[in-house]
């Protein structure tokens, strides 16, 4: 039987979870460093090595609670606080490291905001999550592991590594002595990769308060108005821009290379996952999804 807590107990619950995976995913990462010198120039698998490890604490945590639901602000939080983390531990705070931080603290605030005002506690798990307890009782615990906790972590590490990268190669945008047409094509791109994202998170903002007052006003009804207007997934559309974004900024130091393919997983995870299986929702519980899908693009 599922346990049931008072919001604000389940919020702390869902908190002191993610302190102690923090925690975990540090001292794997201080252990790797320390003991495995052959990975000296190549921290990220530290990095990554922790990711794995505080997603499979914070799994188990959603098994011990009977809640999937337990890893969803994961996607929020890890990435803010590792490239601040990554910011001291490599004693780099170039202008490029700090935009990228403004820009992901800043989406990670709305994301995280958005989670805490539609979490409703710790015994409530989200519908997709549900779907698939009851579909595939038996392939469950194999799908929970891998598909609805490690697949995420995995793509949002993908699209993290141009951002983990920056870091190594911010300061070339100022080395480029005689080369200052160089220069200012390298600082505008980069100016653009961080409009993009704080526009894609400013944008998953205006679209989260539109639907919410919507569905307030208007319960069982399409969300029609705003944002939602002029597309079916507008937070899905910022959600998607923000990584771009963020790869345009690794991009604008050091072109294009094989770090685009975590921007074009994150688009993949959305456009062949996230947004069918909304879609498949939308049109079962509401009569008037059909004709809004037909008149309506699927992003903006």
Same mark, same amino acid.
């Given at each position: ?23 975990? &995913? ?16 190549? $921290?990220?698998? &530290?990095?990554?090595?922790?990711? =794995? ?6 799994? $188990?945590? *959603? ?16 990435? +803010?606080?590792? #490239? ?11 202008? +490029?490291? =700090? ?8 989406? &990670? ?30 392939? #469950?615990?194999?799908? @929970? ?6 697949? +995420? ?8 590594? +141009? ?7 911010? @300061? ?5 002595? *005689?080369?200052? &047409? ?5 600082? $505008? ?13 400013? =944008? ?25 207007? @002029? ?38 995870? #959305? ?13 079962? @519980? ?15």
């Amino acid at each position: 039987m599922k346990r049931t807590y008072p919001k604000w107990t389940s919020v702390a619950l869902i908190a002191a979870i993610y302190v102690l995976a923090g925690v975990i &995913g540090w001292l794997v990462f201080h252990f790797v460093m320390q003991f495995l010198p052959s990975l000296e120039g190549r $921290a990220w698998v &530290g990095v990554f090595l922790s990711d =794995i490890t505080a997603t499979i604490v914070v799994w $188990a945590f *959603g098994v011990l609670y009977e809640n999937v639901s337990v890893y969803d602000p994961y996607w929020s939080v890890f990435p +803010p606080v590792v #490239f601040l983390a990554w910011a001291f531990y490599t004693g780099v705070w170039s202008l +490029p490291v =700090i935009l990228l931080l403004i820009a992901t603290w800043y989406w &990670g605030w709305r994301l995280t905001r958005n989670w805490a005002i539609t979490f409703k506690g710790i015994a409530h798990e989200d519908w997709r999550y549900t779907k698939y307890r009851s579909l595939h009782p038996a392939l #469950f615990h194999l799908i @929970n592991f891998f598909g609805l906790n490690m697949v +995420p972590t995995l793509v949002v590490f993908a699209a993290m590594l +141009p951002g983990l990268k920056l870091y190594e190669t911010s @300061n070339s945008v100022y080395t480029l002595s *005689g080369e200052a &047409g160089l220069y200012a094509i390298r600082a $505008a791109v980069l100016i653009l990769g961080f409009t993009v994202c704080i526009s894609s998170a400013t =944008i998953q903002l205006i679209a989260d308060k539109q639907s919410h007052d919507f569905r307030a006003a208007n319960p069982g009804k399409v969300c029609n108005v705003g944002l939602w207007k @002029n597309g079916r997934h507008p937070n899905y559309f910022g959600e998607i821009q923000f990584w771009w974004g963020i790869w345009i900024m690794y991009a604008a130091l050091n072109g294009i290379d094989w770090y685009i393919l975590g921007p074009i997983a994150m688009t993949a995870l #959305f456009l062949g996952i996230s947004i069918p299986l909304m879609e498949h929702r939308q049109l079962a @519980n509401k009569p008037d999804y059909a004709e809004y899908r037909k008149q309506t693009r699927i992003l903006i």
